[in-house]
Nanobody, 124 residues
Framework: QVQLVESGGGSVQAGGSLRLSCVVS????????MGWFRQAPGKEREGIAT????????YYADSVKGRFTISQDNGKNTLYLQMNSLKPDDTAMYYC?????????????????WGQGTQVTVSS
């Protein structure tokens, strides 16, 4: 059974940084896609970054491009999201997700394994 557990959220002032982690247990697939999503109150869940294993190919939503970096440490079965230059608009619950196969979509419906989320709050 695949389990994803996020950590690293918190409160930070605008311009600050946070690094989110997502520890993966269980077998997903020989090749798989992992992603970070966020959902603010009253808004739809947004796919902000994905990474394909084993190639390491990444995708970023325009809203985070140049500020956020997705990476993974396969030896530690951990996915990361480094978030720099944070803005109040980045305030949301952040989720990691996974699906076997290619990163064909950044839409939440494509992913079938989900963590419980970690809250990020950015104050102005």
């Amino acid at each position: 059974q695949v389990q994803l557990v996020e950590s690293g959220g918190g409160s930070v002032q605008a311009g600050g940084s946070l690094r989110l982690s997502c520890v993966v247990s269980g077998y997903i697939a020989r090749t798989y896609c992992m992603g970070w999503f966020r959902q603010a109150p009253g808004k739809e869940r947004e796919g902000i970054a994905t990474i394909y294993t084993p190639a390491g190919t990444t995708y970023y939503a325009d809203s985070v491009k140049g500020r956020f970096t997705i990476s993974q440490d396969n030896g530690k079965n951990t996915l990361y999201l480094q978030m720099n230059s944070l803005k109040p608009d980045d305030t949301a619950m952040y989720y990691c997700a996974a699906v076997g196969g290619f990163c064909l979509s950044s839409r939440s419906a494509y992913f079938n394994y989900w963590g419980q989320g970690t809250q990020v709050t950015v104050s102005s």
